[in-house]
């Protein structure tokens, strides 16, 4: 089991920065892949951006390339989401999530969720 905290949710203005972070207590977070998703009102879950274990590997959904840029630390079993640029169409409650495999669909482990609420 992997519990995952996310944090760093607000409310900002349009063209403006946030910072999300996702904490996972315990040994095993360096062996898991992680992943960012949103649910904006009245849509679908959706995917935002996915790091390998390693960090060896990232990408991100087209909507948000060269915006948002997703790290780790391992030392700290945190994974962050660096917002840039933002718009109103990002409000939406993101979600942190973990998997064995990067490409995952579901992934297995997630968060409860930062709200970000963006106003133009």
């Known amino acids: 089991q992997v519990q995952l905290v996310e944090s760093g949710g607000g409310l900002v203005q349009a063209g403006g920065s946030l910072r999300l972070s996702c904490a996972a207590p315990g040994r095993t977070f360096s062996t898991y892949a992680m992943g960012w998703f949103r649910r904006a009102p009245g849509k679908e879950r959706e995917f935002v951006a996915a790091?390998?274990?390693?960090?060896?590997?990232?990408y991100y959904a087209d909507s948000v390339k060269g915006r948002f840029t997703i790290s780790r630390d391992n030392t700290k079993n945190t994974v962050y989401l660096q917002m840039n640029s933002l718009k109103p169409e990002d409000t939406a409650v993101y979600y942190c999530?973990?998997?064995?495999?990067?490409?995952?669909?579901?992934?297995?482990?997630w968060g409860q969720g930062t709200q970000v609420t963006v106003f133009s």
């Open positions: 790091i390998s274990w390693n960090a060896g590997s990232t």
């Open positions: 999530a973990a998997d064995r495999l990067l490409y995952s669909d579901p992934y297995r482990y």
